[in-house]
């Protein structure tokens, strides 16, 4: 584990074990105040790991646990769909409510589809209607990217965001703000709809990448360049 998260151990380690001149039965890797050592004090995301999954010191008892973790695959890709379902919502939400009534834009692939959105909208579709479709479809070379040159797990997370946020853009209905605040929403500002909005969709897309997926859009473009 320390050796594929960090280059720099076997370094480490060897330096360490220079020293021990009387000791000739020592090894480069896993000799065990190494480890605690090199994982206390300079692998600090190593440890934030174990304190997360229960494991409380470096004995090979605790350290075993790992082989259990690595076969609990179900729940993680379980937890990481529900996120990424949630984080989708939210942010077809804060379009819904906050950014299109008030003819405010997002930015990247779905301010471009709001803009687009805004300029064919008719009365009986309206521009979220409109982005929702487009969201998908322009999301999808970027998806095709996503599946052929990152990772499957982000291609896969990734896709069922777009697809989440396109459903919910297309088919929630155009006056779902009137539905949820009635009246009162003549009285919401045009700044605070921003904030609102902001911080929505700010949240809903850390909460996907927390989980190794992205919002589509340019989010792709930047994992990909990153």
Same mark, same amino acid.
């Given at each position: 584990?320390?050796?594929?998260?960090?280059?720099?151990?076997?370094?480490?380690?060897?330096?360490?074990?220079?020293?021990?001149?009387?000791?000739?039965?020592?090894?480069?890797?896993?000799?065990?105040?190494?480890?605690?050592?090199?994982?206390?004090?300079?692998?600090?995301?190593?440890?934030?790991?174990?304190?997360?999954?229960?494991?409380?010191?470096?004995?090979?008892?605790?350290?075993?646990?790992?082989?259990?973790?690595?076969?609990?695959?179900?729940?993680?890709?379980?937890?990481?769909?529900?996120?990424?379902?949630?984080?989708?919502? &939210?942010?077809?939400?804060?379009?819904? *409510?906050?950014?299109?009534?008030?003819? #405010?834009? %997002? @930015?990247?692939?779905? /301010?471009?589809?709001?803009?687009?959105?805004?300029?064919?909208?008719?009365?009986?579709?309206?521009?979220?209607?409109?982005?929702?479709?487009?969201?998908?479809?322009?999301?999808?070379?970027?998806?095709?990217?996503?599946?052929?040159?990152?990772?499957?797990?982000?291609?896969?997370?990734?896709?069922?965001?777009?697809?989440?946020?396109?459903?919910?853009?297309?088919?929630?209905?155009?006056?779902?703000?009137?539905?949820? &605040?009635?009246?009162?929403?003549?009285? *919401?500002?045009?700044?605070?709809?921003? #904030?609102? %909005? @902001?911080?929505?969709? /700010?949240?809903?897309?850390?909460?996907?990448?927390?989980?190794?997926?992205?919002?589509?859009?340019?989010?792709?473009?930047?994992?990909?360049?990153?």
């Amino acid at each position: 584990i320390n050796k594929y998260l960090s280059k720099d151990y076997h370094y480490l380690s060897k330096i360490i074990s220079d020293n021990r001149e009387n000791d000739i039965n020592h090894s480069y890797f896993n000799y065990g105040t190494d480890r605690i050592l090199y994982a206390e004090d300079t692998n600090r995301e190593l440890v934030r790991i174990f304190k997360n999954y229960d494991i409380h010191d470096f004995s090979n008892h605790e350290i075993n646990k790992l082989k259990e973790l690595k076969h609990n695959k179900t729940f993680e890709w379980i937890s990481a769909i529900i996120t990424v379902i949630l984080a989708a919502s &939210f942010y077809a939400f804060a379009v819904k *409510i906050f950014i299109s009534p008030h003819k #405010l834009l %997002a @930015g990247g692939v779905s /301010g471009i589809t709001l803009i687009i959105g805004r300029l064919f909208e008719t009365e009986t579709i309206s521009e979220t209607n409109i982005a929702g479709v487009l969201t998908f479809l322009f999301n999808i070379p970027l998806l095709i990217l996503a599946w052929k040159k990152l990772n499957f797990k982000f291609a896969v997370l990734s896709s069922l965001h777009v697809m989440t946020v396109s459903i919910l853009m297309t088919f929630l209905p155009s006056n779902l703000i009137v539905l949820i &605040f009635n009246k009162a929403w003549d009285s *919401i500002h045009t700044l605070y709809a921003a #904030l609102f %909005a @902001g911080a929505i969709v /700010g949240v809903s897309t850390g909460f996907a990448f927390s989980v190794g997926a992205s919002s589509g859009g340019m989010d792709i473009v930047a994992y990909y360049f990153s």
